[in-house]
């Protein structure tokens, strides 16, 4: 296996595909204009946007085949590692990239909403699929950077770039959530193994054991990205995952103590409450009463 590259500057990275550095924290490269590469993979220190602009035929995601043949998106956020094993070739690079470095962010309205560009932590078989008009739109705005970078850097050069960052971010969210209705029959699916395995954790006794499933833990089951996992259940049903799975927890917790002659402090610990007065307070966060009044209620 291959020795992991660290990309920690914008120099590095540009010094790497043999292009001209003309902004120490930021650049744009255009895969054409750069030298034919080796394979290998790296460990990045810097936010990465990839552009692939190449025909390639359709893009298979699980079962499924998607209908764009260029304009795929992939993003990277400082300590990710992403790459191919060595070959031992030479290829020619293709596509766009656009690199910032966290240093680059301070001082900008952009180094607080980073975080809110939830894609940078999805898997790579949770790419974004362009468009054509979308892709145009996309390399517009790497054009756009690109240009700026080439200005001397004045008092204007950072609010500029910055904002020109922020502009292709804020497309990518607008592409992401056409990609979500889109894939309506994909999400559907996995909307439905999502409920599923609520159904089956809790009717196994795993709750006893470990309590509330967690958002990572439903994410990894169904193979997904916490953050994909969670901006697909946010779409599709208008509520978080973490609140989809309290409410499910909740519908639980009400069934048992309505059909069964259990103690409130039996059901409390077979949903994984160490103290009955602890379900008491979540169940009366949730549902308005106590488990008791609701018991009462509905005798």
């Known amino acids: 296996m291959s020795n992991i590259m660290k990309i920690d500057t914008g120099q590095q990275y540009n010094d790497y595909f043999g292009v001209e550095t003309c902004h120490p924290l930021v650049s744009v490269i255009e895969g054409s204009k750069a030298k034919p590469l080796r394979y290998g993979r790296k460990l990045y220190g ?51 990239v656009l690199t910032f470095h966290p240093e680059f962010l301070r001082g900008t309205p952009l180094s607080s909403m980073i975080k809110e560009y939830s894609y ?24 756009k950077i690109r240009a700026e970078l080439q200005y001397p850097v004045d008092k204007h050069s950072k609010s500029l770039i910055a904002d020109n960052i922020k502009l292709l971010l804020d497309y990518c969210i607008r592409f992401y959530d056409r990609q979500f209705i889109t894939r309506e029959n994909a999400n559907h699916d996995i909307l439905t193994r999502f409920e599923n395995l609520l159904d089956n954790y809790f009717a196994s006794g795993k709750a006893a054991e470990h309590g509330m499933p967690s958002v990572q833990y439903c994410a990894d089951t169904l193979c997904l990205s916490a953050n994909y996992f969670s901006d697909l259940v946010k779409k599709e049903t208008g509520l978080s995952a973490l609140k989809h799975i309290q409410q499910k927890m909740l519908d639980v917790a009400k069934e048992r103590i309505f059909d069964t002659p259990k103690s409130i402090s039996e059901i409390s610990y077979e949903l994984g409450f160490p103290y009955p007065q602890h379900f008491s307070r979540w169940f009366k966060k949730m549902a308005g009463c106590t488990p008791n009044d609701y018991r009462s209620l509905n005798a």
């Open 46 to 96: 810097v936010y990465a946007v990839l552009l692939k602009d190449t025909m390639c035929g359709s893009l298979k995601y699980r079962q499924s085949i998607y209908d764009y043949q260029r304009g795929t998106m992939l993003f990277l956020a400082p300590g990710q590692v992403m790459g191919s094993e060595d070959d031992g070739e030479l290829h020619q690079p293709e596509g766009w």
């Open 120 to 143: 940078f932590s999805y898997n790579a078989n949770e790419a974004l699929h362009l468009s054509e008009q979308e892709r145009r739109t996309i390399l517009e705005c790497m054009e």
